[in-house]
């Protein structure tokens, strides 16, 4: 199976979402959920004594963001079957209590490879996270295998 | 004075690996006792990561660090030991159905050395190309250990290398930290260089060797006389 696509799709982004606020019940339950007791994400006098000097949410915090409802419809499609082969996230600015976050995406890069099951193509979508200053707060590459 | 490398190894810098550099020195430097190894050679994916600079690393750990390339061709996957710019121009590491045969001797008349890794493998292995096609010409060495096979791989490459008369390597095929230099080479010579690991492949004395834990024998049950 060659790999044939439009260059022009690389880079070019296809989902940007609304921007979604951070609030702290949203951080408490997230830190509840995890078993995350560190005070800096929930304790505002703590947080005050901090590196930021306010509440900010966990790093990991950046995974729970959506992309959006047509999201796949534009990931590319190869082959006759596929699956999600993993994320990567790569955390560049911190998530504070108030914040408006927006995701928007992009195909990163397509390639192909060799294995024991025979060839695949690699999809990978870089979904950015910004906030309402427009700082970069991660980038998550999501990666997709298909065959 | 002998030298020890681990000849298959990927780091962060290949997309299916993400193990840093330094993370396998350290690794190393920790379990000298069970893994003692003089270095490594990083063989990233479909590429040759020319601008890396890993001296400050060697100076810290005291440990050689080579860079080389896993390639895809249409008898498999092969490593590819002093890449310069002369290879590099000429073939495209990133094309997966790259011929074997051209890539072997190009890359000997350029000044490095094609090894097929990991022969024994379903689908990305010399074994099964062999049982379709003829065999290459030109081959030097084959990796015979791959810390990453499967159960009758390693076997499938040596029965290739009994057959052939193929000189043997071992490498880790680490994509992980804990994986690195479970196989290398032991190399009769000293190596310092990749220049010098491409005449050593060539000409010196080498052999596999193979650091994987073995597992513990299960002890005999004792049996216990009914009172």
Known sequence: MAVEYDPAIIGKVFDVTDPVPVTAVAVRDYCEALGETNPLFTDEQAARKGPHGRLCAPPSFAVTFRNGRHFYQHVPRFGRSGFDAGKDVEFIHPIFIGDQITLSSHVKEIYEKTGRSGSMVFVVIRSTLGNQLGETIAHIDHRFMHR | ?227
């Not at chain 2, 002998?2 to 780091?11: E, G, K, M, Q």
């Not at chain 2, 020195?25 to 040759?48: M, S």
């Not at chain 2, 010409?137 to 057959?163: H, P, Q, T, Y």
């Open chain 2, 1 to 227: 004075m002998s030298t020890i490398l681990d000849l298959h190894s990927h780091s962060e810098a290949s997309e299916d690996s993400r193990a840093p550099v330094e993370a396998y020195l350290n690794w190393i430097k920790l379990r000298r006792q069970e893994r003692p190894l003089d270095g490594i050679v990083l063989t990233e994916h479909r590429q040759f990561n020319r601008h890396a600079d890993y001296r400050a690393l060697e100076d810290k750990y005291g440990m050689l660090v080579l860079r080389a390339s896993e390639i895809e061709t249409d008898y498999g996957h092969m490593l590819v030991f002093g890449v310069n710019d002369d290879i590099t121009r000429r073939f495209d590491f990133a094309d997966v159905r790259l011929p074997a045969q051209q890539v072997i001797d190009e890359v000997a008349a350029m000044g490095g050395l094609v090894v097929p890794c990991h022969p024994g493998r379903s689908n990305v292995g010399l074994c099964e190309h062999y049982e379709k096609r003829p065999a290459l010409d030109n081959v030097v060495a084959v990796e015979i250990l791959n810390g990453g096979s499967r159960k009758g791989e390693n076997e499938r490459s040596a029965a290739l290398v009994a057959k052939f008369g193929y000189r043997a390597t071992g490498g880790s095929d680490s994509h992980m930290v804990s994986l690195i230099g479970v196989c290398a080479t032991r190399f009769e010579a000293e190596v310092g260089t990749i220049e010098e690991l491409v005449h050593e492949l060539k000409t010196g004395e080498y052999e596999a060797v193979d650091f994987r834990p073995r597992p513990s024998p299960i002890p005999r049950a004792i049996p216990v006389e009914a009172k």
